[in-house]
């Protein structure tokens, strides 16, 4: 069963870090493109960060870039997202997803496929 499985959030103080993970359950890490994206109520979904699998490449959202990075492990078939020096506007929901090849360098959401339930980071004093 195809299934991706986020966790690691909390509530953390401003200029905190977190570390997320992502579970990737039912296929292999190998050639995908992967990513991080937040959302916050119903609005679209943010992007965070994008990697590509194949060689590492990688792209950020603006808003964050400097203060986060994102990897993987391909023998644990996990991903990770680290986040440092958080912001209140920071806080939402993160979500993991996969898509083909070639979308990390886009990082659009709306071309990634394959979805986890989503981690709440809650950035507050």
């Known amino acids: 069963q195809v299934q991706l499985v986020e966790s690691g959030g909390g509530l953390v103080q401003p200029g905190g870090s977190l570390r997320l993970s992502c579970e990737v359950h039912g296929f292999r890490l190998q050639y995908q493109s992967v990513g991080w994206f937040r959302q916050v109520s119903a609005q679209e979904r943010e992007t965070i960060a994008c990697?590509?699998?194949?060689?590492?490449?990688?792209t950020y959202g603006n808003r964050v870039k400097g203060r986060t990075a994102i990897s993987a492990d391909k023998d644990k078939n996990e991903i990770y997202l680290d986040m440092n020096n958080l912001r209140f506007d920071d806080t939402g929901t993160y979500f993991c997803?996969?898509?083909?090849?070639?979308?990390?360098?886009?990082?659009?959401?709306?071309?990634?496929?394959?979805w986890g339930q989503g981690t709440q980071v809650t950035v507050s004093s």
């Open positions: 997803a996969t898509a083909g090849w070639g979308e990390w360098y886009d990082c659009n959401a709306k071309r990634f496929g394959t």
């Open positions: 990697r590509s699998m194949n060689d590492g490449q990688t």
